[in-house]
C-alpha cells in the first residue's frame, strides 16, 4: 500500500505535478512547498515503498511501476511535470525515459544518474557497505547518526526547521533497503540520451553548495540535454528545498 497525497484543484485545466523525495526520507521532504505549490498546480508526493507509510520492501526497481499507479490513480491520463529530489532524481530520470509522452517537464535537485559515475572527493560518497553492515547488526541509532553527518545532508545552525524535518524523517528509516538490496534491472536505455532525443525540457535545481560529484553531475547533464537549463540556490546544499523553500 502506497501512502499518497494530493494537493490542489485536479480540475480546472491545473496542471500536475509529481513530487520525488530522496534516500532514507519520505514525502514530508515536501512540507515547506506545498502550500505555495499547490495554488498553481495540482501537487502529488508519495512515500516510495517501504519508505513513510508504504508497506513492502524498498525496491527501486518496482518504483517506475508505482509511480505509473500512483500518477495514474491521481493524475489520470493526462502528462505531468515530475520532480525527482536526489535518488528520486534517478527514478525520475528512468521513467521519463520509458515514459516520455507522459512527461510534461523535469525538475531535478541534486540527483543520482544512471551511466554517470559520480567523481569527488572521498569523504561525498555514500558508505553503503559500512551502512549495510550497521543495518545488518541492528546498529540503525549509528547509521542514521553517520548519514546526518554526511556531506549531502549537512546543514548549518541557522536551519533549524530544516534540521528538525531532516532528523525526524532519518528517524523513521528502517534500512530494510539496505537489508533486502533491490536495485532493479538496469534501464533499457541511455536515460540521459532518451530524455534528450524525446525534448523533455529539464530544468537542474542546485545549491550553491552542493558536493562536487553532483555538481559535476549537473555540469555533465547540462552538456548532454540541449532544453536544460539551471537554477543555482546561493545558501543552500543538497537539501535547497528545505534550506530556501520560497526560492
Known amino acids: 500500500r502506497l501512502s499518497a497525497r494530493s494537493a490542489g484543484e485536479a480540475t480546472g485545466g491545473r496542471r500536475a505535478i509529481v513530487l520525488l523525495h530522496g534516500w532514507a526520507m519520505d514525502q514530508r521532504l515536501f512540507e515547506f512547498q506545498i502550500e505555495a505549490l499547490a495554488r498553481h498546480f495540482h501537487v502529488v508526493t508519495w512515500d516510495r515503498r517501504g519508505c513513510g507509510r508504504s508497506t513492502g520492501t524498498p525496491a527501486l526497481g518496482a518504483a517506475l511501476d508505482d509511480l505509473d499507479a500512483v500518477a495514474g490513480t491521481l493524475i489520470g491520463d493526462e502528462p505531468f511535470h515530475l520532480l525527482g529530489m536526489s535518488q528520486g532524481g534517478r527514478v525520475a530520470l528512468r521513467y521519463a525515459a520509458?515514459?516520455?509522452?507522459?512527461?510534461?517537464?523535469?525538475?531535478?535537485?541534486?540527483?543520482?544518474?544512471?551511466?554517470?559515475?559520480?567523481?569527488?572527493?572521498?569523504?561525498?560518497?555514500?558508505?553503503?557497505?559500512?551502512?549495510?553492515?550497521?543495518?545488518?547488526?541492528?546498529?540503525?541509532?549509528?547509521?542514521?547518526?553517520?548519514?546526518?553527518?554526511?556531506?549531502?545532508?549537512?546543514?548549518?545552525?541557522?536551519?533549524?526547521?530544516?534540521?528538525?524535518?531532516?532528523?525526524?524523517?532519518?528517524?523513521?528509516?528502517?534500512?530494510?533497503?539496505?537489508?533486502?538490496?533491490?536495485?532493479?534491472?538496469?534501464?533499457?536505455?541511455?536515460?540521459?540520451?532518451?530524455?534528450?532525443?524525446?525534448?523533455?525540457?529539464?530544468?537542474?535545481?542546485?545549491?550553491?553548495?552542493?558536493?562536487?560529484s553532483r555538481r559535476r553531475v549537473a555540469g555533465q547533464l547540462l552538456a548532454r540535454i540541449p532544453d536544460c537549463r539551471e537554477v543555482e540556490f546561493a545558501a543552500s546544499g543538497h537539501l535547497a528545498n528545505l534550506t530556501e523553500p520560497g526560492a
Open 98 to 212: 520509458a515514459h516520455p509522452r507522459r512527461i510534461r517537464s523535469l525538475l531535478l535537485q541534486g540527483p543520482g544518474v544512471d551511466g554517470i559515475t559520480e567523481q569527488g572527493p572521498a569523504e561525498e560518497r555514500i558508505p553503503v557497505a559500512q551502512f549495510t553492515r550497521l543495518a545488518r547488526h541492528g546498529d540503525l541509532a549509528a547509521l542514521r547518526a553517520s548519514w546526518l553527518r554526511h556531506p549531502l545532508m549537512r546543514l548549518d545552525a541557522t536551519q533549524g526547521a530544516a534540521a528538525d524535518l531532516v532528523r525526524r524523517m532519518v528517524d523513521d528509516y528502517r534500512g530494510a533497503d539496505l537489508l533486502h538490496p533491490d536495485p532493479g534491472p538496469p534501464p533499457a536505455a541511455d536515460v540521459v540520451a532518451a530524455v534528450a532525443a524525446a525534448g523533455i525540457p529539464v530544468l537542474l535545481l542546485t545549491g550553491a553548495r552542493e558536493t562536487a
